[in-house]
């Protein structure tokens, strides 16, 4: 290839993925799906969480919280904490405009409108 020449790559040979091999249209990136076991062992899980067990699990997080030696693994104890016993922050969106005299598809579609560039500038910030 010429020195400063710039070759375009046709989609099916552009890089991307996981691998950076590219996508293939119409076949899955996961064909086998889900574990099979997966579905059984939440359902295990939740059929024999007691509340002792959940006491146990509690106590072992906050263990790692304050005594781990490892920074991250304290950090990520303390928010799974968090995360359950104050709950996850909130996320809102603020909407402006008015929908008054709209028909419902009117103001399905206002909304739709509203949501979109509500993401725009969150993407811009």
Known sequence: MAAGKVVEKSAAQRPGGVTGKGFVKGVSGNPGGRPKGVAELLAHFRANCTPERMDALFRGLYEIATEDDDPKARVAATKEL???????P????ELSGTVEGLTAEERRE???????????RKEGK
């Not at 968090?82 to 996850?88: E, F, P, S, T």
């Not at 909130?90 to 969106?93: D, G, L, R, Y």
């Open 82 to 88: 968090l995360d359950r016993l104050v709950g996850k």
């Open 110 to 120: 206002r909304v739709l409108l509203l949501v979109a560039e509500a993401a725009a």
């Open 90 to 93: 909130q996320q809102s969106v």
